[in-house]
Structure formats: C-alpha cells, structure tokens
C-alpha cells in the first residue's frame, strides 16, 4: 500500500520543473529580503540626510550673521580713513604758534589771565605727535568756566587731562590746567623740542618751540609764561 507513493515523490524531486520553482522560492524570498532591507537602508539614509541638510542650513545661517559687519567693509574703511584726513585737516594745527595764538585768543575772550604755559612732545605715534600743556590760569569762577568751556568746543582739537584749584583769593580762582593736543610728526620735529623725558645736554635748558616767522611763542618745553 505504501511503496506506490515513494516512486512518485522520487520522481517530483527529479522533475527538473520543481527544482526551478525551489530555485524561484529562495529568489523570491531574496529578493524581498533585499528588497525590505534596501528600504530600511533607503529611510534610515534619507533620515541622516535631511538631519545633515538641516545642520549646514543652521551653520550656513550662523556664518551669514557673523560676516554681516564685513560687507562693505572696503567701503566703510574708504570713508573712515577720509574721516581721519578731514579731522586731521580741520582740527590738527599746523604749529606750535597756532597753539599758543589760540590759547591767547580764548584768554581773551573768556576773561582770564594766563600765568603761566609750558609745553613738551610726546613721542610720534599714529603719525601724530601729542604736545602737552601744562597752563595756570586766573580769573573769577564763571571766566575760568567759560575758558575750559571755550577749549572743550574749540576747533582746535584739544583734551582736557586733569585740572585741580591750587587757591581762591578775593574773588579770583587759580586753576592749574593739563591738557593735551596733536602736531604732525614733522611740524612737532621742525620745533626743536626735545620730546618728554629726553636728557638735556649740560647747558641745555630747553628750547621753546619756534613760531612761523622764526621767533618763539610766549611759552615752551621748560619755560613759563608769567
């Protein structure tokens, strides 16, 4: 009863279509292996992808926010270095005798007494050389006022470095003013001054910066006006 079905099995695993539809199974099932795995693959790189898109779109962003102060930057730095050409121009002065005439000029104008005035030079740097000023000056409180008043607004660019009442006598104030101003380099040197805490030569006892005729203002590096 049993030996008729083995023939037949026999000759099912022999038949050369079974063997091509247990080929076609396991590439079937490859395939769809392949298949599931190329989309895991596929939605796992897409995901990266994006994530990755997104991250130079944020760096992108950043590098646009820093480099927004540099554009124009050729342009702004034209227009600054003529900014410092009109200053230097309009309120740099040519010499120590412009100095000294300007100082004489708000005197008058505000009403003080100048007792005394000294200069001495820096130094050049940043091809200006600044001339410090050492001033006493006397008059009633509401003319010393309006003297440093009158230097703060002047056209002549000067800064105030320290100022200190030395005395108050009927009436009159005595200020001692520091202030400081700029030449350029070769209108500082043309001077003759030594620069600030140059050793003088045995004899020397400074020399006062020279006017534009050739003579010399009312003060200078170790003199003072009285």
Do not use: C
Not at 80 to 106: Q, T, W
Not at 151 to 159: P, Y
């Amino acid at each position: 009863m049993n030996a008729t079905p083995a023939p037949a099995w026999r000759e099912r695993l022999a038949s050369p279509l079974t063997w091509h539809y247990a080929v076609f199974a396991v590439l079937l099932v490859t395939v769809i292996v392949l298949a599931i795995r190329f989309a895991m693959d596929w939605a796992a790189t897409s995901s990266r992808t994006a994530d990755a898109v997104a991250n130079k779109q944020v760096q992108l962003h950043a590098l646009e926010i820093q480099t927004a102060p540099l554009r124009g930057l050729d342009k702004r730095i034209a227009v600054a270095h003529d900014e410092v050409k009109s200053f230097i121009a309009d309120r740099i002065p040519a010499s120590y005798s412009s100095i000294s005439a300007e100082m004489g000029n708000l005197e008058v104008k505000s009403g003080v007494r100048q007792t005394r005035l000294s200069y001495a030079q820096k130094a050049p740097e940043n091809n200006l050389t600044e001339i410090t000023l050492d001033a006493g000056i006397t008059g009633e409180y509401p003319q010393i006022m309006k003297f440093v008043n009158s230097l703060e607004r002047d056209n002549i660019f000067f800064v105030i470095r320290g100022m200190g009442l030395t005395g108050q006598q009927g009436g009159m104030v005595n200020l001692r003013l520091q202030l400081s101003t700029w030449l350029r380099p070769e209108d500082a040197a043309a001077s003759g001054l030594p620069q600030a805490g140059a050793v003088n030569s045995p004899g020397d006892n400074g020399s006062n910066p020279p006017g534009d005729n050739g003579s010399n203002p009312p003060a200078g590096n170790g003199g003072d006006t009285q």
